[in-house]
C-alpha cells in the first residue's frame, strides 16, 4: 500500500527545511562556532588579565646602613603573596643608575636619622607598576609610623600620558599588518595561486611595512608630540612589526585558508594585547599573560618603544630577535606550506595514488 501524499502545509515544511540545510553547509555552522569560541576567548583573555592586577615580584633595591639593610630586604620579601623582590645596594647613586638603565623598577632609600624616607620610582617603566610600588612602600612605612616622599626618577614625556603611547602604536602596527595580509588573502586566495605568487606577495608587504612603519613614527613624534626624539629608531622597529605580524598572517592562511585569520586574531588580539604590558605591566598580571609577555610581539614591542625612548634602548635585544623570529619564521612557512601545498595539488592531477586533491580558497 503506498504512502499518502504529503499535504501542501507539509510539502512547504519539507521544502523549507531541505532549502534551510541546503543554504547553511557544515562548514558555515563551524565558521560560526569559530567565531564565537574567538568572541568568549577574547572576554576571557582581557577580563582574566585586567579584573584583579596583582603585583608580582617586582624588583626593587634597598638603599641603608649596613645595620638595617638585611632586615628590610627581609621584611620586604616576606609581604605576603610576594608582591617584591628586594635586595640591598651601596648608595643611593647606584639605585639611581639602576633605575636609568631600566634595571629595577623601584628604590626605597631609607634615612634612619629621620622618620622620613624616599621612594625613587621610574614611571617610564609603566605608570601602574610606579603606583603598584608606591602603594605597597606606604602601607610598610605606615605599620612603621613612617612616611615616604616619591621621586620620579625618569618620568614620562609630557606627551604620553599614563605610558600607554608606546602599547597603542606596537597595536596600530601589528593590526596594520595582518589586514593588510587578510585582505590581500580574500583579495587573491587566502592560499597564493603559485608559490611564486607566495614569494611576490611576501615582497609586496615590504613596501608597506616601511610606509606604515614611518607613518605610525611620525604621528606619534612629529604631528603629536607623544614620544618624541626618536623618529629613526621608531621607524625600524614598526617596520619589523608589521613585516612580522603581516608575514605571520600569511602563514596562518597558506597552512589553513580563511580560517588562518581566526587564528591570527588569537595570536595577536586575544593573547597578545592583554599581555602587551600596556594598561598594566607583566609583573601585575595572572602567571599566564605574564608568561607570554615577552613571547609574543605585541609585549616585546612595547617594551621595545619603552626601553627606545626612555631608557637608551637599553635591553632591547632579546625583543628584537623575538620579533625577527616571527617575521622569519612567517616568511619560511608561508613559502613551504605553498610549496608543498601545490606540490600536492600537481601531483594529484597527474593521477598517482593516494593523493590528496586540494583547492586554493
Known sequence: ?????????????????????????????????????????FILS???????????????????PAGFAGKIVSDLNAIASTPLHARAVDSEQQARRLLE???????????????????LVASAEGASLATAVETIITDVEASQHRTARVTDVVPLQSGDGHGLTGFYLVIGWIVGGYLV????????GARPATTRRAVIRLLALV??????????AIIVGPVLGALTGHLVALWWLGVLLVFASAAVTMAFQVLFGVLGIGITVLVFVILGNPSAGGAYQPALLPPFWRAISSALPNGAGTDA???????????????IIVIALYALGGVVIAVVGSLRHHSGATTDRTGAPGAIATMDI
Do not use: C, N
Request: glycine content about 10%.
Open 1 to 41: 500500500m503506498s504512502s499518502p501524499a504529503p499535504t501542501k502545509g507539509e510539502s512547504e515544511r519539507q521544502a523549507f527545511w531541505a532549502e534551510l540545510w541546503d543554504a547553511i553547509s557544515i562548514r558555515t555552522v563551524l565558521l560560526v562556532v569559530g567565531v564565537l569560541l574567538l568572541q568568549l576567548g
Open 207 to 216: 613596501p608597506y611595512a616601511i610606509v606604515s612603519g614611518l607613518g605610525g
Open 101 to 119: 638603565e631600566d634595571a629595577t623598577s623601584a628604590a626605597f632609600v631609607v634615612d634612619v636619622a629621620s622618620r622620613t624616607d624616599t621612594v
Open 181 to 188: 595580509a587578510s585582505l590581500l588573502g580574500l583579495a587573491s
Open 46 to 64: 582581557y577580563v582574566g588579565a585586567f579584573h584583579s592586577p596583582k603585583p608580582s615580584r617586582i624588583p626593587i633595591v634597598v638603599v641603608a
Open 305 to 319: 618603544v619603552r626601553r627606545i625612548v626612555y631608557f637608551g634602548a637599553r635591553g632591547i635585544g632579546g625583543h
